[in-house]
């Protein structure tokens, strides 16, 4: 599995993914702003194969504390587009330079319950790259076999309650890190799209 397989899934057409996926009886509120973030779903080659990058958010955020995130963040106004946001982000929060990023391009939107819509930009990372988490932001850098991350058998569905309601959501729990929410449902999307 390679950059190239990668490329050959983003051709593939998948509808856009929420929070909301599993809970079929959960009304959106017509009237909700959301507001654009980006985030970058990044892979760099290793002698075992692809391993893609996450973050462990610091547990003092306001959104997300603790969390197993990808790099990225809200699209400010002086970003021209999503692709260069969450290029932007990657570098502050963990040093990665945007010059060793190839983008292969978007994956489809994902809304969040704490209001935003992301958008997921694939990039193949071309050279050897050591990441600097970013002191107050970012607890832990890590990287999960992207071999692992595409199995759709590893993917689990898990409930708690959120806001007086039962809400089931993805899990991939991969050694000591806890990936659910957000971040598993578009890592599923993409699994997805890998096995067609």
Do not use: C
């Not at 890590?142 to 993917?155: E, R």
């Amino acid at each position: 599995m390679g950059p190239e397989a990668l490329r050959q899934a983003l051709a593939r057409q998948t509808p856009a993914s929420s929070d909301f996926d599993l809970n079929p009886g959960f009304v959106l509120p017509q009237t909700r702003v959301l507001r654009a973030a980006a985030v970058l779903v990044a892979v760099q080659e290793s002698p075992q194969g692809l391993h893609l990058i996450l973050t462990k958010r610091a547990s003092h955020l306001q959104h997300h504390p603790g969390q197993i995130a990808f790099p990225g963040g809200k699209v400010d106004p002086g970003d021209v587009t999503v692709e260069g946001a969450a290029l932007r982000e990657a570098q502050e929060e963990i040093g990665l330079n945007p010059a060793l990023v190839s983008v292969l391009g978007r994956l489809p939107s994902h809304e969040t319950v704490t209001g935003f819509t992301v958008t997921p930009i694939l990039g193949h990372i071309r050279a050897a790259f050591s990441p600097i988490p970013e002191a107050g932001e970012v607890d832990e850098v890590f990287f999960v076999p992207l071999s692992f991350l595409m199995n759709p058998a590893h993917y689990q569905v898990e409930k708690r309650r959120w806001r007086g309601e039962w809400r089931k959501y993805y899990v991939v729990p991969y050694g000591p890190y806890y990936i659910w929410g957000a971040t598993a449902r578009i890592l599923r999307g993409l699994a997805d799209r890998m096995a067609r």
